[in-house]
């Protein structure tokens, strides 16, 4: 495959982010765009150079000529209009969280699984260089055997009218940075003895139901601890991901947003040192991975398949439960 055929279910912010601006020089057709509000798909269209605007979601799902839906609706619209990018025969592109609840993803990663659909999850920050070095650093030893795994995402309050105060909509600090931070412990299971359990949670509501931060502490099998912190209404940004052994710390300040910090700081027997891995965007690499994977010339990364994003929302569950605050609603039908 040489490049991509595009469709958008959505004209959202992160499209830009994720699909438009890394697409841009590459052989990838961003063939249509559909959104709820006509006039403002045609505004990103003409901004994006989006090919056309078909007139709703079935439309897109139904033109000929897009191969991969990119599916960036509100949380409560993942699953239902993932399940419809399956039942259309599209490769799925789904921005994540993959679905609102556990049950949610199992639901669209079997249907998946039934219809022989690829689906590609979009969980961006481990496909750039600064994630794999910091993976190489730990699996070389160069900290030792790894006692404490840390991820901190913070960022300043979206508007108050933002989809992710929504409780319908599947909103909260857990299911827009939580999900990431799980996802990083998540991914470094298979060294520490297997997937971690929960020990304790807490979280602070900003209206009912809707978790302005939360932070949860894990155990491994293997003994090492877990932490995450997620806030949504911070001071500023921070985006930590932090790996601690018996002989010293592995640390990427802005492991998410490498482009604004590209720092891999390694600090081992009272001396740090400092490695730059590139200002280049994540989704840069998660686009061209797509590619890749879509045109057979590599496989699927575990960070990007289903099965690993219903344990993320089994996690998600779970600390929610333990704090009282309830899962997300059920989805809206798709239509």
Request: proline letters at 7%; hydrophobic letters at 45%.
């Amino acid at each position: 495959m040489s490049g991509l055929r595009i469709g958008l279910l959505g004209a959202s912010r992160i499209a830009d982010e994720a699909v438009v601006r890394p697409a841009a020089g590459t052989d990838d057709r961003l063939v249509a765009v559909a959104a709820r509000d006509r006039a403002r798909a045609e505004e990103f269209a003409r901004r994006s150079g989006v090919e056309r605007v078909v007139e709703d979601y079935a439309a897109l799902l139904a033109d000929p000529e897009v191969d991969v839906v990119y599916n960036a609706l509100p949380n409560a619209l993942h699953a239902p209009w993932n399940l419809a990018v399956i039942g259309a025969g599209k490769a799925l592109f789904a921005e994540k969280p993959f679905a609102g609840t556990a049950a949610e993803c199992r639901e669209v990663r079997d249907a998946a699984a039934a219809a022989g659909v690829p689906v590609f999850v979009g969980y961006h920050y481990f496909h750039h260089p600064l994630y794999r070095r910091l993976v190489d650093v730990v699996a070389a030893g160069e900290i030792g055997e790894v006692t404490t795994v840390g991820t901190r995402m913070r960022m300043p309050a979206p508007p108050p009218d933002d989809v992710r105060w929504s409780l319908a909509l599947a909103g909260g600090a857990l299911m827009d940075l939580g999900c990431y931070a799980v996802h990083t412990l998540l991914m470094l299971a298979p060294a520490l003895g297997g997937s971690p359990w929960l020990v304790d949670a807490r979280a602070g509501e900003r209206s009912p139901g809707v978790d302005e931060w939360a932070e949860a502490t894990y155990r491994f099998p293997g003994g090492a601890e877990g932490r995450i912190h997620c806030h949504i209404a911070a001071p500023g940004w921070e985006m930590a991901h932090r790996i601690v052994g018996t002989r010293g710390e592995v640390v990427a300040p802005m492991y998410a947003l490498p482009h604004r910090d590209d720092r891999l700081i390694v600090r081992v027997g009272g001396v740090e040192r400092v490695e730059r891995l590139g200002t280049t965007p994540t989704y840069d690499f998660q686009l061209a991975a797509l590619r890749a994977y879509l045109g057979g010339s590599a496989p699927l990364s575990r960070g990007a398949d289903a099965d690993l994003s219903v344990e993320i929302a089994e996690q998600l569950d779970a600390i929610y439960l333990a704090t009282g605050l309830p899962l997300r609603p059920a989805a809206v039908p798709a239509r």
